[in-house]
């Protein structure tokens, strides 16, 4: 295996777990700023989407005191028929007060249980991907034909 192939394995083991873990860091450390900090809202549901069978869109909207009416949407997977959603049921929202268009209905933002997990898997693979992708180099490095130089006279 050649340098420039390790570099690209190396890169892309490593390269796009990393980026995956970011973007999920980044929206979960958005959905616990709301849950910590968040101010609450009454909303309302305005409409109701079933793309899949298992699988619910829900807009609403909802009217911060300090501004104007916003709207939004959230998907439930899979629909919990208890909490049946109707165009004009009330729905609770945070909201940040310092920039009420960064919102989200309650209990729907990405949870910590799916963070943890799936950082536990992109770890995993990057460690075994890095693991076995050096493994595979330096195997193949022991087995290239010694150089030798020939003793002088």
Not at 70 to 77: A, D, I, N, P, V
Not at 78 to 92: C, H, I, L, W
Not at 120 to 149: H, K, M, N
Request: glycine share 10%; net charge positive; with cysteine.
């Amino acid at each position: 295996m050649e340098f420039s192939m390790l570099m690209g394995l190396l890169v892309a083991g490593l390269g796009f777990p990393l980026i995956i873990l970011g973007v999920l860091i980044y929206i979960r450390y958005g959905v616990v700023r709301l849950e910590r900090h968040g101010l609450r809202a009454q909303g309302k549901v305005i409409g109701v989407r079933y793309p899949r069978s298992n699988k619910r869109s829900v807009d609403y909207t909802f009217r911060p005191p300090e501004g104007p009416e916003l709207r939004g949407s959230f998907q439930e997977w899979p629909p919990r028929p208890e909490a049946e959603r109707a165009p004009g049921s009330p729905v609770d929202i945070l909201y940040r007060a310092d920039a009420p268009h960064d919102h989200m209905a309650v209990g729907t933002g990405l949870s910590q249980r799916f963070f943890l997990i799936t950082a536990t898997c992109l770890v995993l693979f990057a460690s075994c991907t890095t693991r076995d992708v050096l493994r595979e180099y330096f195997t193949r490095q022991g087995e290239a034909p010694a150089r030798t130089t020939p003793a002088p006279p």
